[in-house]
């Protein structure tokens, strides 16, 4: 078995050479299909919190990511995916929620209604720490025609709260003793429980659609 201090040194020297350009465009891609082309719905944790706690302790574990760098593309990024959800909302109505899958997905969006309903312009902020309503208040913003700028300015709030925020506390959780030397593994288990939880989340929801009879 290969020492983990080991393998801790040889994935800093390849990041460092060849993968710092593909980590950053990888965290960003990820962050950003999870709200813009609902990704976060089957993989919640490889798009959401999860991926940007990991993100920062893996940047303090390895040299060549430079955290500031990586914590803006993560804001940036965010903040562009649910600029990509707020307008296919706009544009396409609430036939593009109703195409979302069966039950158990109309429930989730159903609640999400509920939830932007109650906070308004806080709720695309609060959204962001939520796993569902991250993906889908934007879009219901959008079918609920809210004001264009006031979106953007709510966008720009959580994006900088939630991307930036997380991201650069799993960085600095870093020097908490034993968490940097155990920054990989912490990253594994994120990464093996999001496909467990996005094949768990397609399955239930396969199972749950509803199947109607040829005409």
């Known amino acids: 078995m290969v020492h983990l201090a080991a393998l801790d040194q040889q994935l800093a020297g390849l990041l460092h050479d ?19 082309l609902f990704v976060g719905v089957f993989v919640p944790f490889v798009t959401g919190d ?14 060549g990511i430079d955290i500031w760098i990586l914590a803006i593309g993560v804001g ?11 307008l296919l909302g706009r544009r396409f109505g609430r036939p593009y929620l109703d195409k979302r ?8 969006i159903a609640k999400t209604e509920h939830f932007y309903l109650t906070f308004g312009w806080w709720s695309v902020v609060v959204a962001r720490f939520m796993p569902w309503g991250r993906v889908f208040v934007p879009v219901i913003a959008g079918v609920g025609r809210m004001g264009y700028y006031r979106f953007v300015v709510a966008n720009l709030v959580g994006a900088l709260a939630w991307g930036v925020g997380i991201t650069v506390i799993g960085y600095f959780a870093a020097s908490i003793p034993g968490v940097k030397a155990a920054a990989y593994i912490i990253a594994g288990v994120f990464i093996a429980a999001a496909i467990v939880a996005g094949i768990r989340a397609w399955r239930l929801d396969r199972k749950n659609q509803i199947v109607l009879p040829l005409v």
């Open 76 to 86: 940036i990024s965010a903040f562009l995916g649910d600029q990509v959800g707020f």
């Open 101 to 108: 899958g069966g039950p158990r997905m109309r429930k989730i």
């Open 18 to 36: 060849v993968g710092a350009v593909v980590f950053y465009l990888v965290v960003w891609g990820l962050v950003f299909v999870g709200t813009a």
């Open 50 to 63: 999860s991926l940007l706690f990991a993100s920062g302790l893996i940047a303090a574990a390895a040299s």
